[in-house]
Each structure stands twice: as structure tokens, then as C-alpha cells.
């Protein structure tokens, strides 16, 4: 039995895929091959700038002068050239024929207010299909309690805090018994329609998790750019819209803790939720994977949640995220390269990585910058017009392939600036690499001034 047929989409198309006030970047949402040709010519001119770099520019120069600028460059050019990978293909992803499966909906929840509770409550009441919701309080509060009283939802909380987010879920999934689990964030609140366009993907059985994007309602946030209000751009619609679409290709999809259905015999087989990082649903995605199961993308925006409201919410929420990533990172673990994956996911997730360690290039650049202006110290033994004719074509065709593959989600320099609000945070970080020490969960604050968004 399915469900009703798959009416017109309740939320906003992807960024991506509808015109934004990135004229330049919108216009090549249409012209794809364009854009990969672009990026193809950029890869080829910073092969040969590299090249040159090393055969010309390396002469008589000290070790500690011209290796970490090279480096830096180097850095960037795998940088882009894993990004080109994942931006390659923006595959539509149309809603296939709805299943009748029943659906446990999980709503874990700290210290968020009712205020930002009750909409994620009434929103999950109105999700069309067989459903059963259910409200996680790792706080045990009599106030949230007499909320689930309130609207007749199951109620539950444990005698600890143990592993967080993870192991709040952990502790309620022997009581659960839905075919699927759709778990949401306390403050994302789904679409009617969010079943109608995921669970067809659970025909295969070989389908571990579905993922949908992230969108945000409170249009105010540090998140959000004032000049693209209409559209709801944010400074993770790059990641939603462009790249986890493209990373179907590489099978290299990750669960991003919120707005995904997951199949729950395969979670229990897998004995729930992975504890070991802070970021628990990058490390469930990558044991599924390594199990041989299929994490997919549907590019859709089926949920609308909160972004952090202020700058300091905005950090703590990056720099947890990178502590995750470095902990799966660790040497002694290394979660994302291992031998099951194939090297084209090993790849996107490497990208990953260096996105978080981006930090250390912009540091050097910094510090060469001040060597060169301060003490006239020159990590280059050739500066002329070669240089110019070498650097300049691979920078131009470069920032415009970036522009042309970002397709209107992203402001040519956004990201560095973005870089550079959280440089501190994600520095302070790089611990999670070699600490043994486990890292404390820290819950993004949220629950200012809502604009925009749904009704």
C-alpha cells in the first residue's frame, strides 16, 4: 500500500535550482556543462601554475620561506579539485512512489524552551501517514513532561546524560517499533508532505538513511545574508543544495542529525547510534556505510529549523562540529578512510577535513604577508611578468568555476570571510586530532526573533 500521491512540494526549491541575487551564479544553474568546463580549465591551469611554481620559483630559496607558502598553495589546489568532484553534477532527485511504512518521529531535546518545542510538536502531528511521536527529554523536566501531556505524545527521559543526543535516542530505541525513524532537531519542524517524499526510497533494502536539506525559518540570523532575504540563502546552502546533492555520485552522503528517515532494523542491527564522537550522525553514516548500506540525498527542503541567532551561538555550533571531525579524524581511529569505502568517497571525505583546516592556510598567507611588507622576505625566487602569466589566468578561471559551480548558493569571497569568523574556533579544535580525551556536547543557543519562514 503507498500513500497518497506526491502532491506539489510544501517547502522552497533548492537554492541551487531556483534564481538567487547571485545573478552570476544563478545563470549557470542552467548551464552545467559550461561550469564543468571551467573547472576542468582551472584544474589544468593550477596543475601547470604548481608545476612552474616548484621548477622556477623554488631556486635558492630557504626551506622555511618557500615550503609553507607552496604548501598553502597546494592545499588550496586539492581543495578545489575535491570540491570539483562533489559540485560535478547536480542530479535532480524526483519523489518516487510514497510507501505506507510506519514512522517513528523523534524529537530529542535538552534545555530548548516550549517555545521552540511546541512548533516542532505540532509540525510532527502534521505529518501525513502512520506515524508515532515521541519526545526525548535529557533534562527531565516536569514542564516539557506536561507538553507531551499536552498534545498526547509519548513522553521519555533516562537517569543520565550519557553520550548526549546519541545516547538519549539509544536509550528509547528498544521501546520503538516503527519501521522508520524520523528524527528532527528540537527546533526543525517538518513539511506535511515529509514522508510523501522520502520513504519510496526504502523499496531498496539496501537504503539505511535518507537525508533532506536544512532550512532555516529565523531569516534574521548570522546565518543568513540580508541581500538574498526572499530566497532563504544561508551560509549552508552550498553544503545542502549543492554538495550533498552531488555526493550521491560518490556515495559519500552523510547523515547531518536532523531531518533524515532511517530505517530502524538497521540502526538496531548496528546497535544504534555511535557514541564515540560528539557529532554522532557523521559516525552512524560512515558505519553504515562501512557495513555495505546506502546513505542517499534527497534534494528537497522538507524541514525548517532555527539557525544560531548571534555570532557566539554561531561559533560554539562550528567549533563542535569541527571537534567531531577532527575525533573521526584521529589516527588512531581514521573512521573516514577506511579500506570499505571506495577512494572516490574516501576522497569527499577528505574534503571535509580540509575544509576544517583551512585555518592553517589562511594563517600562512597571513604570515607571509607580514614577512614580505615587515622583512622584505620573499617566499619566491622569481617575481616578474612569467609570474603574473602563470598565476593570473589559473586565479581568474578559478574564482569563476568556484562561482559557476556554487550555482547562486554562495557570494564570490563569502566563504573566506565565513573562514575567518570561525578561524578561532575551529584552531582551537584541532586538539580533537590527537587528544585522547572525549569533548563535551555543547547545545547551540537558540530561540531569538523568528522572520520569515512558514506559516
Not at 501517514?129 to 501531556?149: Q, S
Not at 519501521?179 to 531498496?204: K, M, N, Q, R, W
Not at 553544503?239 to 556515495?251: A, H, I, S, Y
Not at 579524524?329 to 578512510?337: D, E, G, T
Amino acid at each position: 500500500m503507498t500513500l497518497q500521491d506526491p502532491k506539489e512540494p510544501f517547502a522552497p526549491h533548492p537554492v541551487s535550482m531556483a534564481p538567487t541575487e547571485l545573478k552570476l551564479g544563478s545563470w549557470f544553474q542552467k548551464r552545467e556543462k559550461l561550469a564543468q568546463t571551467l573547472g576542468v580549465i582551472a584544474a589544468l591551469l593550477g596543475l601547470n601554475y604548481l608545476i612552474w611554481r616548484i621548477i622556477v620559483t623554488s631556486s635558492d630559496q630557504p626551506f622555511w620561506r618557500f615550503t609553507p607558502f607552496f604548501a598553502a598553495e597546494l592545499f588550496g589546489y586539492l581543495s578545489f579539485l575535491i570540491f570539483l568532484l562533489d559540485a560535478w553534477h547536480v542530479a535532480p532527485t524526483p519523489r518516487r512512489t510514497p510507501l505506507n511504512l510506519s514512522v517513528d518521529i523523534v524529537i530529542p531535546t535538552y534545555n530548548e524552551d516550549i517555545d521552540i518545542l511546541e512548533p516542532t510538536i505540532i509540525g510532527a502531528l502534521a505529518v501525513r501517514g502512520d506515524t508515532k511521536v515521541w519526545l526525548l527529554d535529557d533534562n527531565r523536566r516536569p514542564e516539557i513532561k506536561a507538553l507531551a501531556e499536552k498534545y498526547d505524545i509519548t513522553y521519555r527521559d533516562r537517569a543520565n546524560n550519557d553520550h548526549a543526543k546519541a545516547g538519549n535516542i539509544n536509550a528509547s530505541l528498544p521501546y520503538m517499533k516503527g519501521e522508520l525513524l524520523l528524527i528532527l532537531d528540537a527546533d526543525h519542524v517538518p513539511a506535511p508532505d515529509f514522508l510523501e517524499a522520502t520513504t519510496g526510497y526504502f523499496s531498496d533494502e539496501n537504503v539505511a538513511l535518507v537525508q533532506t536539506a536544512h532550512s532555516f525559518r529565523n531569516l534574521n540570523s548570522v546565518s543568513h545574508d540580508p541581500r538574498d532575504f526572499k530566497s532563504g540563502r544561508n551560509d549552508q546552502s552550498l553544503f545542502f543544495d549543492v554538495l550533498l546533492p552531488g555526493r550521491n555520485r560518490t556515495k559519500s552522503v552523510l547523515w547531518c542529525g536532523s531531518a533524515a528517515l532511517i530505517s530502524r532494523k538497521i540502526l538496531v542491527s548496528l546497535g544504534g547510534l555511535s557514541t564515540y564522537s560528539i557529532i554522532e550522525d557523521f559516525e552512524t553514516s560512515l558505519l553504515m556505510r562501512q557495513k555495505g548500506y546506502a546513505v542517499v540525498y534527497h534534494n528537497e527542503h522538507l524541514i525548517q529549523g532555527l539557525a544560531a541567532d548571534n555570532l557566539q551561538a554561531h561559533v560554539i555550533q562550528r567549533n563542535r562540529w569541527a571537534q567531531g571531525l577532527f575525533m573521526i579524524f584521529r589516527p588512531s581511529k581514521r573512521l573516514a578512510v577506511k579500506k570499505e569505502f571506495g577512494f572516490v568517497e574516501r576522497l569527499s571525505y577528505i574534503g571535509g577535513l580540509l575544509y576544517y583546516l583551512t585555518p592553517i592556510q589562511r594563517m600562512i598567507y597571513s604570515f607571509t604577508l607580514i614577512g614580505v611588507c615587515l622583512f622584505s622576505w620573499y617566499p619566491v625566487s622569481y617575481i616578474g611578468l612569467w609570474y603574473f602569466v602563470f598565476w593570473a589566468p589559473f586565479t581568474v578561471i578559478n574564482l569563476l568555476s568556484v562561482s559557476a559551480l556554487e550555482r547562486g548558493t554562495t557570494y564570490p569571497f563569502e566563504g573566506t570571510r565565513n573562514m575567518y569568523i570561525t578561524m578561532e574556533a575551529y584552531l582551537r579544535a584541532l586538539k580533537g586530532l590527537w587528544s585522547r580525551q572525549g569533548s563535551k556536547f555543547a547545545v547551540t543557543p537558540k530561540g531569538e526573533i523568528d522572520l520569515g519562514g512558514w506559516r
